[in-house]
């Protein structure tokens, strides 16, 4: 590790020491830590991009944060399924696993760690994880995806979405009639201005 990645991890820890930490009881503690979208984009990693080719409905570009726990998205997939779980937390065993196995697990924050949550999609065989908050009035405030201290190790990697794309997805989903979105991910977006983005209509990044 060189000097700049170790004084990197030094400011990382530090950030992360000074902001909030909600624990949930019904599980095991999840460690979240708050960042509007300026905060995480100063003092974190870049964010990494997707966008939905089908339905038609949610065909636009989202913007996502990467987990500190889980291997760096650096395998592109393009056409892969976004499927919800069931249960939708991801908490204990995902009786949809058939439907999950060889596709991106889609899962909600909640009931228990992240790293449960992307074990558990492991388990299931799911290639990758996007979570997204419960809360659908959530269009700023991402949150951290950091280890819960158990040593528990992953290999596939996870994302954080917005609450607000994450539940308007679900809801479309269902209202559609639909188990699954198909996704392109990583999105490489290098080349165009943020604002020439196909965004979603009822986010502004």
Same mark, same amino acid.
């Given at each position: 590790?060189?000097? %700049?990645?170790?004084?990197?991890? *030094?400011?990382?820890?530090? @950030? ?32 990494? #991009? ?12 989202? %913007? ?49 760690? #992240? *790293?449960?949550?992307? @074990? ?39 994302? #954080? ?23 392109? @991910? ?20």
């Amino acid at each position: 590790m060189g000097f %700049k990645d170790e004084w990197r991890g *030094v400011l990382v820890a530090l @950030i992360l020491s000074v902001l909030p930490q909600h624990v949930n009881s019904r599980e095991e503690p999840i460690y979240e830590n708050y960042m509007t979208d300026a905060e995480y984009k100063y003092f974190l990693k870049d964010y990494i #991009f997707f966008e939905i080719s089908y339905p038609q409905e949610l065909a636009f570009t989202y %913007k996502v944060n990467p987990s500190s726990f889980t291997p760096a998205w650096n395998v592109s997939y393009t056409g892969a399924s976004l499927v919800p779980t069931d249960p939708s937390c991801g908490c204990g065993y995902i009786r949809n696993h058939e439907e999950v196995e060889g596709r991106i697990a889609f899962i909600e924050r909640g009931d228990c760690s #992240f *790293v449960s949550k992307v @074990i558990r999609a492991e388990e299931a065989g799911a290639i990758g994880v996007i979570i997204t908050d419960s809360d659908i009035d959530n269009d700023d405030i991402y949150i951290s995806m950091v280890d819960d201290t158990t040593q528990r190790k992953v290999q596939i990697p996870a994302v #954080f979405l917005l609450g607000k794309n994450g539940q308007i997805i679900k809801r479309t989903l269902e209202k559609l009639h639909l188990n699954h979105a198909e996704i392109n @991910i990583p999105v490489n977006i290098t080349k165009l201005d943020i604002h020439k983005l196909n965004q979603p209509p009822w986010l502004v990044w």
